[in-house]
Each structure stands twice: as structure tokens, then as C-alpha cells.
């Protein structure tokens, strides 16, 4: 497969760029620096973590990094949720961001869903 065919890994690239623009804004213009720096660490880790997926060496490693990567999309959100509520910023302006992440941990959650009942076959097959 063409990595340049993979919706997730491109998905994930995107959004880590979104979420270092956002990180800019916060800083440069909000002087907001500590929830802005929890966002950009997990935002930019949800890619580093699908890429590490890609590379893994068996099925298990795969899930595993796959794994992380929902979580960071989670734990994303959550400083989303954080930055909306505190009013840092408005629904309008983390909109984008949110659907986004709300996107890609759908994504995430189908590929573990496929990958764990694929292996579960593997498994069964032995």
C-alpha cells in the first residue's frame, strides 16, 4: 500500500499542523503557555504515534502504538474542552480542531476495533 494512500497517517499530519498554528496563536497572541503546551505535546504525538504504527515490527506492536495514538486524541480533545471552557478561546475558533480530532478518533477507534478482530482470527487459525 502507498503511505500516500493512508487517510489516518495524512489525517494525523494535518491535524498536528493545525494544532502548532494553534499552539503559535495561543502563545504569541493569548500569552497562554501551559495549556497550550499539554495540547501541542499530545496533538503533534497522535501522527508520531500512527507512524510509529506504521513501522511496527508485529500485529501486537501495531495496536499497541495505534493505542497511544487514540489516547493522545483523547487526551487532545480534553485540552481542547479545557481551552474552550476557560475562555481562551471560542467554540467558533477551536471548531475546526474539534472535529477534526472527533474524526481521527473514529478513525483510530475503527483500524484497533479491525486490527484486534483480525488478530483474534490469526489467533484462532493457529
Not at 474542552?81 to 475562555?87: A, C, G, I, P, V
Not at 473514529?106 to 490469526?122: A, C, D, P, V
Request: aromatic residues 8%.
Amino acid at each position: 500500500m502507498n503511505l500516500k494512500d493512508n487517510i489516518i497517517q495524512q489525517k494525523s499530519y494535518k491535524f498536528a499542523i493545525k494544532i502548532i498554528e494553534l499552539y503559535k496563536h495561543l502563545v504569541g497572541v493569548k500569552k497562554e503557555f501551559v495549556l497550550s503546551k499539554q495540547l501541542l505535546r499530545s496533538g503533534t504525538s497522535i501522527g508520531a504515534n500512527i507512524e510509529e504504527a506504521l513501522g511496527g515490527q508485529s500485529k501486537k506492536d501495531f495496536i499497541s502504538k495505534i493505542s497511544v495514538a487514540y489516547k493522545e486524541a483523547r487526551e487532545t480533545k480534553y485540552w481542547l474542552s479545557l481551552l474552550r471552557e476557560t475562555k481562551y478561546m471560542t467554540q467558533g475558533e477551536l471548531s475546526p480542531a474539534f472535529d477534526s480530532c472527533e474524526e481521527i478518533l473514529r478513525i483510530i477507534g475503527k483500524i484497533q476495533k479491525t486490527s484486534k478482530e483480525n488478530t483474534g482470527k490469526l489467533s484462532d487459525n493457529s
